[in-house]
C-alpha cells in the first residue's frame, strides 16, 4: 500500500452557498490532545452535511426487549456474554467505561447477525492496552451507538471489524484516539453517520486480506484529524495514511460525509477499485489531496464542496523547489475502462466546487508503472486487465494487446461543469500553486520497458481522451501540461494542440 513517488523516474451557485455555511466545530478532549494544527481547524459545514462529532445520536436509554445487558462494572461482561450467547443476539451496554480483560488479544467475537447498542455514556475502552475491540468473521454484525476508544492496532490493522467480515453495519457510534484504523471492512459494509475521529493511521481502512471488497457504503460520517502518528513522516514513502483508504474495492457509495482536517489525503482510493460514486462530500483542510483516485478504474465524482486542501504538502513541495501541482484532486494511473463493468466507462469528475485549494485537478501518469515493474508500488499486482503478472514481461509486453493492458492509464477522464476558485491571498501562496494538469514523467525504467521518452506524456496529454470542458475559473489559474516544466496560460490550453476548456471561462481576478 505505498505511494507512488513521482519523482521516480446542483447547479454549482447553490451548491456553494449551501456549503458556505458554516457553525463550529467541537474539540478534541484535554486527555487526548490533536497534533498541533498545520492551519486553523475547519468550521462545521451546514446541517446537511455530517456534523455528528460534536452532535451524536443518542442511543436507547433501556434495553430493548430481549436485549442482554452488559454491565460496565464488571471486567470483560461484554466478550464473555457475548461467548455465552447465541448468534443473532441483541447487546445492551450500560452508560459507563467497559473494559476487556487487560491482555493485548482480548476482543470480542460476534456471532453471526449480533447487534451491539450503546445506552448514552456507552464507551469500549481498550485502555491502550488492548489491541482490538470487535474481530472474528462473523458475517452480519451491527455496532450502533456506542463509542470505541483507546486500542492499539498494529500499523495497518483495524479496531472495529479487525478481520475484515463481511455485511457488518456501523452506525452513530464513536470511533476514536486509537493506533492503527479505527475500523477495517468487509464486502457489502455500511459505516453510516459515524464519528471517525483522531485515530492514528486512518479512520477506516477498507482492505480485505486476499481478495477485493465488492459493495460499500460510507455515508454520513465525519472524518476528522487522523493519521495522528504521522506515518508518512515515520515511513517515508508508505502510502499508508489519511481519512480513509480504499484498497480492491468493487462497487463504492461514498456521499455525504465531512472529511476535514486529516494528516494526509482525505479520500484515498489506491490500486484497482473499480466502480466509485463520491458525491455530495465536504472535503476540506486535509494536509493532502481531498480525494485521490490511484491505480484504478471508473468514477463518478459531483456535487461536493472541496476547499482548502493540500495546503500543507503543497507548500512543503515549493519551499523545496518541487515544481509538481500539488492538486485537490489527484487522478494517478486511473481511467475510464469500458471492459471493466461499473455504472460508468469513465472517470467523470462535474458539478463540484473546488475553493482555495492549493491547486485544482492534476492527471498524472507515471511512465514507470505498470504491471511487472520494478518501480511498481504496488507489490505483486497487476491490473485488472491482466491477471498474470508474469504475462506483462518482454517481447509480448511490447506489443497490443499487452503493451495497452499491462499499465495502469490515466484515460477517459471528463472534467466539466465545475467551478474553480482561488483567492492567493487566503492561501498564501506566491508560486506553484493554483495550476490545472495533465501530465508524465520522461520514461526510463527498467531497460526493457517499452514505454520510454515522451511515449505516455503523449498519450496523456494528447491521445487517451481526458478532457476539460464548461468550467468556471476565478483567480489566477494556469495550466500545465506533458511535463512539469510545461506551463501554459488560458489561452494556451484552450489553443491547439491541446483544445482544453472548450466552453469555460475563466476570470483572472482573485476570486470566491
Known amino acids: ?44 459545514p451546514s446541517a446537511a452535511v455530517a456534523r455528528v462529532c460534536a452532535e451524536p445520536a443518542a442511543g436507547p436509554a433501556k434495553a430493548p426487549a430481549g436485549a442482554v445487558t452488559v454491565d460496565p462494572t464488571v471486567l470483560g461482561d461484554l466478550a464473555a456474554k457475548t461467548e455465552s450467547s447465541p448468534p443473532h443476539t441483541t447487546f445492551w451496554l450500560r452508560p459507563g467505561r467497559h473494559l476487556l480483560e487487560p491482555d493485548r488479544y482480548a476482543q470480542v467475537m460476534p456471532k453471526e447477525g449480533n447487534t451491539y ?6 464507551v469500549l475502552d481498550g485502555r491502550r492496552t488492548n489491541q482490538y475491540a470487535f474481530g472474528g468473521t462473523a458475517r452480519g454484525v451491527a455496532v450502533r451507538h456506542l463509542t470505541v476508544q483507546g486500542f492499539v492496532a498494529p500499523h495497518d490493522e483495524g479496531v472495529v471489524n479487525h478481520d475484515m467480515a463481511d455485511e457488518w453495519v456501523i452506525e452513530h457510534t ?30 477506516m481502512n477498507a482492505y480485505k486480506t ?12 465525519e472524518i476528522v484529524g487522523n493519521n495522528t502518528d504521522d506515518w508518512e513522516r515515520r515511513r517515508p514513502g508508505c502510502g499508508c495514511t489519511g481519512g480513509v483508504k480504499f484498497w480492491a474495492v468493487d462497487g463504492a457509495d461514498v456521499r455525504g460525509n465531512w472529511v476535514h482536517d486529516n494528516r494526509g489525503a482525505g479520500l484515498w482510493a489506491d490500486n484497482n477499485n473499480n466502480d466509485f460514486l463520491v458525491e455530495n462530500n465536504v472535503l476540506e483542510a486535509n494536509d493532502g489531496a481531498a480525494l485521490m483516485y490511484e491505480t484504478s ?55 463540484n466546487v473546488l475553493k482555495d485549494n492549493w491547486s485544482g485537478i492534476t492527471l498524472w501518469e507515471n511512465a514507470d508503472r505498470y504491471c511487472n515493474s520494478p518501480a ?25 494487446p499487452l503493451y495497452a493492458d499491462c499499465r495502469w492509464k490515466t484515460q477517459r ?16 501562496c506566491a508560486v506553484q500553486c493554483g495550476r490545472m494538469a495533465v501530465l508524465s514523467n520522461y520514461g526510463t525504467y527498467p531497460d526493457w520497458s517499452p514505454y520510454k521518452g515522451k511515449r505516455v506524456a503523449e498519450a496523456i496529454t494528447l491521445k487517451q481522451g481526458n478532457r476539460w470542458h464548461d468550467n ?7 495550466f500545465v501540461t506533458d511535463d512539469q516544466s510545461r506551463k501554459l496560460d488560458f489561452a494556451q490550453w484552450q489553443g491547439t494542440p491541446y483544445r482544453q476548456d472548450t466552453g469555460s471561462t475563466l476570470d483572472p481576478r482573485n476570486g470566491g
Open 174 to 203: 464513536k470511533i476514536q484516539y486509537n493506533s492503527g484504523a479505527g475500523l477495517m471492512a468487509g464486502a457489502r459494509q455500511r459505516v453510516r453517520a459515524n464519528c471517525l475521529r483522531g485515530n492514528g493511521q486512518y479512520g
Open 472 to 478: 468556471v475559473y476565478r483567480g489566477p489559474w494556469s
Open 1 to 44: 500500500m505505498r505511494i507512488e513517488r513521482r519523482h521516480r523516474a446542483f447547479t454549482v451557485a447553490a451548491l456553494a452557498l449551501a456549503l458556505l455555511a458554516v457553525t463550529g466545530c467541537e474539540s478534541a478532549p484535554e486527555a487526548t490532545p490533536r497534533p498541533s494544527a498545520r492551519h486553523s481547524p475547519s468550521a462545521a
Open 376 to 400: 511498481n508500488t504496488s507489490t505483486g499486482y497487476c491490473t485488472l486487465l491482466v491477471k498474470d503478472t508474469g504475462r506483462c514481461a518482454r517481447p509480448a509486453i511490447a506489443a497490443a
Open 210 to 221: 486476499g481478495d477485493s471488497i465488492r459493495g460499500l457504503l460510507v455515508e454520513g460520517n
Open 297 to 351: 478504474y471508473n468514477a463518478i465524482i459531483r456535487n461536493n464542496m472541496i476547499r482548502r486542501n493540500n495546503w500543507v504538502e503543497g507548500r512543503s513541495g515549493a519551499e523545496r523547489g518541487d515544481s509538481f501541482p500539488f492538486a485537490a484532486v489527484y487522478v494517478s494511473e486511473s481511467g475510464g475502462e469500458p471492459r471493466i463493468p461499473a455504472r460508468t466507462d469513465k472517470i467523470e469528475i462535474y458539478r
Open 413 to 428: 477522464v471528463d472534467i466539466r461543469g465545475n467551478r474553480f476558485a482561488l483567492d492567493t491571498s487566503v492561501v498564501e
Open 117 to 122: 447498542l450503546g445506552a448514552p455514556g456507552a
